[in-house]
Structure formats: C-alpha cells, structure tokens
C-alpha cells in the first residue's frame, strides 16, 4: 500500500538521483596499475608533447606538395592591340599580337627542393625524438619521485612510532617519580618534528603522481598504484658501453647531425637554382595591312649577376658552425657520462654503507640507549641522540637512492632514453 506523505517525492526523487550519481562518479574515478616499464611506454604514446611534434612534422612535410614541379611560375600571356597609324583606317585596319611564355625550372632545383623538405622531415623526426626522451625521463622521474616519497613516508611513520615510544616511555617515568617533565616535553618535541617530515613526504607524493598523471596525459582524478620498487638498483654496464651508445643514440648528436645535413640540402638547391631557367614562347603577330604571323621561340634567363650569393654564404657558415658544435658536444657529452657513471659508483658505495653498517649500528645503539635509559643508567640525552641519528640516517639513505637514480637520467639519455 503506498503512503503518500508531504516532501516524499522530493525524497524519492533525491534518492533516485544519488543512486544514479553514485555509481558514475565511482566510475570515474579510475584506477590504474603501473610498472615503471608500463609508464615509460605509455610516455612513448601519450606524452602530451609527442603529439604536438607529430603535428609539427606533419606541418613540415606538407611542404612537399608543389616542391618538385618544374614549372615554378604561372605562364605569362601578352595580349596587344595595335591600330593602323598610316595605310589603313584607324579602326577598320586594327592589328592585333599575343604571345605566352613559360619558363622551366631544368637545373634539378626542383628535386632538390624535395630532398631539402625530406631533410627537414628528418630533422623534425630527430627534434621529436629529443621531445620523446624528454618526455620519458619527465616519467621516470616523477615515478621516481613518487616512490622516494613514499619511502620517506614509511620511514617517518616509522620514526613516529619510536617516538611515541620513546614519550610512552617517558611518561611512565614521570608517574613513577623516576624521570623530569623536560624528558616528556623533548620526546614530544621529536614526535611533532617527525610528524611534520611525514606531512611533507605525504605533499611531495601528491605533487609527483600529479605530475606523472601530467606526463602520460591522465585526469586528474585517476588513482594510481605504482608497483616498481626503486629500492634495488641493477648493477650498472661498464663505462665504454655508454660513451659508444651516445656517439649511436644520443639525441643531442643526433639533432646536430640532422640539422647539418639539412643545412647541405639547403645549400645543394641554392646551388642548383643559379642554373638559368629556361621556357618556350609561343605567339600570334597581325599588324595593320599586313600578313598574319605566327611566333614560336625560346626564352632564358642571362646568368649576368651572382644569385643567391647572400643565402649561400650564410648556410656556408651555418654548416661550418654545426660542425664545430658537434665536437663540442661530444666532447661535453662524454665528459658528462663519465662524471654520472663516477657519481653513481660513490652513490652506490654511500648507499651500501649506510643499508649494510650504518642503519644496522645505528638501530643496536638505539636498543642500548633505550634499554639503559630505562633502567636509570643512562640520562635522556643519549637517549634522544641516539633517536635522532636512526631517524636521520633512515633519511640519508633515501637521499643517497635519490641521487643514485638521479645519476642515471644522464647516463639514459646517453642510452636513447632507456633507464639503465
């Protein structure tokens, strides 16, 4: 039986509607697993800057149509009209000529016209593969990111429980007349400091899954789980592997070299259109009182004076100038790689030590000062000393990885953009 009541249907009507909702927005909200490999390919996909340099090239190579025609101008037509002056009537005698010219382009500019575009296409391809490395690395290195401050917040929330262990601690003291308030009011102090890291690493995780949703183009409300530990590094390939992939691969070289083969296609078509165009002209001559003449010829262009003597010099110099920038380059390319691979031996020394020694030594010393501090045979001081160290080490051993992955990105891009 149904009751009608005042502001039922509102009611219905509401819960029909958050129903409805409920599981739209719960769709929405999507969530999506990713393996560092998985990001990196997606990055190759989606990266919001590989599409626009997919419509730069396309913008550069749209410059083909019309590139190879040999007929570079419009026909010309000359149309006179030539009154009688004497002999004949002014208007009943009216002569007429006419006459149309073509010029042909026959010195191979035109298909080299066509190989500068294919040059240029390379080189959009070469800049594009600079955006997509760059792209891949903004992904690594937001997850990266995202994974380091998530370390940083295991071990904060770690450092919190031993702090509110060490302030439990301390307030049994008190209420047991074997300890001071100014034992309880330090270990509080510690506990908000720890408290605060955590808050921080908490912001530094959102801030690197917003950028690496901006990365790979997600909404900004897609949940992601990163899966890929970084704790771990692979062991590194020896040196040389890395200096003979970025002479290969590395997309700064590459670029130089893109571009100086499209300065030499540049400068081989302004060689070829000094060349003198040639055309054919084809004409009608009626005079006044005279016989009707047909006209059929050659015309040509005199090579009297230089042409295209400024734009020949400048790409002369250009070619000259990214020559010499490619070994600069390299040079500077090399240097760079060998002082990342250095970097990321010490890092990885740094990181050994503290996993392997530091972090072992500094977590027994904690143990002793706690278990001694509670007993009454250690003041508070070593007790808080030694807190502080184990906390601040668990830190310097996130930095170390940090600096250790950092290292990487220029040995990757020496790789092509592979992560090592």
């Excluded at 904060?156 to 702090?163: D, H, Q, T």
């Excluded at 307030?171 to 300890?179: L, N, Q, S, V, Y």
């Excluded at 278990?371 to 080490?393: C, I, K, T, Y």
Aim: glycine letters at 6%.
């Amino acid at each position: 039986m149904w009751i009608s009541r005042p502001g039922c249907g509102a009611m219905c009507a509401a819960l029909v509607v958050l129903c409805v909702v409920c599981p739209v927005n719960a769709a929405a909200a999507e969530q999506l697993r990713l393996t560092l490999p998985d990001a990196l390919e997606r990055a190759n996909q989606r990266a919001p800057e590989l599409v626009l340099a997919d419509l730069q090239i396309r913008q550069v190579g749209a410059r083909r149509a019309g590139a190879g025609i040999l007929l570079p101008e419009n026909p010309r037509i000359t149309l006179e009209a030539r009154p009688a002056v004497t002999g004949g009537s002014f208007l009943g005698d009216m002569g007429y000529a006419g006459n149309v010219t073509g010029l042909f382009d026959l010195g191979g500019a035109p298909s080299a016209r066509v190989k500068e575009v294919e040059r240029d296409v390379e080189l959009a391809n070469a800049t594009r593969n600079i955006d997509r490395i760059d792209a891949r690395l903004r992904v690594f290195l937001a997850y990266l990111e995202a994974q380091l401050a998530a370390l940083r917040v295991s071990e904060a929330r770690r450092g919190i429980e031993l702090a509110e262990r060490v302030l439990d601690a301390a307030t049994k003291r008190i209420e047991a007349g074997a300890g001071a308030e100014f034992e309880r009011a330090s270990a509080e102090v510690e506990l908000a400091r720890v408290r605060v890291t955590e808050h921080a690493a908490l912001r530094e995780r959102e801030q690197a899954l917003m950028s690496l949703r901006d990365g790979l183009d997600l909404s900004e409300s897609t949940e992601l789980e990163l899966t890929t530990a970084v704790e771990s590094p692979e062991v590194l390939a020896p040196l040389q592997t890395f200096l003979q992939s970025a002479e290969k691969n590395h997309p700064d070289l590459l670029v130089i070299q893109a571009r100086t083969e499209a300065l030499i296609a540049t400068r081989t078509r302004l060689n070829r259109e000094l060349f003198p165009k040639l055309g054919l002209v084809a004409g009608v001559d009626a005079a006044p009182v005279s016989p009707i003449f047909g006209i059929l010829g050659i015309v040509g262009e005199l090579p009297v004076a230089q042409r295209n003597q400024g734009p020949r010099a400048v790409v002369a110099r250009e070619i000259e100038t990214e020559e010499a920038r490619l070994d600069l380059q390299r040079r500077r390319i090399f240097r760079d790689i060998r002082a990342a691979w250095d970097a990321h031996g010490r890092r990885m020394s740094e990181y050994s030590v503290l996993s392997e020694s530091a972090l072992p030594a500094a977590e027994r010393s904690f143990a002793l000062a706690e278990a001694g501090w509670r007993a009454g045979r250690f003041d508070w001081f070593r007790v808080a000393l030694a807190a502080r160290d184990l906390v601040e080490l668990r830190g310097a051993r996130i930095e170390a990885l940090a600096a250790l992955w950092n290292a990487r990105v220029v040995l990757a891009r020496a790789r092509g953009g592979d992560v090592p």
